[in-house]
Nanobody, 124 residues
């Protein structure tokens, strides 16, 4: 069983920055791609960003493009999401998904493992 843990969430003002981190047991980052998703209250979980196994390819939701940057360190088995220029609409619980096994990177069903999430709140 792979355990995934997110950290780095918190409360920040509009325009501020946060860096989320994801740690997972096993060689999940070196063997598979990863993704970040978020879920706001009363909303469906939505895709934020994804990175391929090698790190050569990335994908972002239009709503975060140019503000968020996904990265991962295969040697440390960790992944990060740098979030700049935060807006109130970015408020959500952010989830790290690892173990990409094919299909659309924008769909949670394309990943095998995920964590409990970390809360990000952006005040206006």
């Amino acid at each position: 069983q792979v355990h995934v843990t997110e950290s780095g969430g918190g409360l920040v003002q509009t325009g501020g920055s946060l860096r989320l981190s994801c740690a997972a047991s096993g060689r999940t980052f070196s063997s598979y791609g990863m993704g970040w998703f978020r879920q706001a209250p009363g909303m469906e979980r939505e895709f934020v960003a994804a990175m391929s196994r090698s790190g050569a390819a990335t994908a972002y939701a239009d709503s975060v493009k140019g503000r968020f940057t996904i990265s991962k360190d295969n040697t440390q088995n960790t992944g990060d999401l740098q979030m700049n220029g935060l807006k109130p609409e970015d408020t959500a619980v952010y989830y790290c998904y690892v173990g990409y096994r094919g299909g659309r990177v924008e769909e949670v069903g394309s990943y095998d493992y995920w964590g409990q999430g970390t809360q990000v709140t952006v005040s206006s």
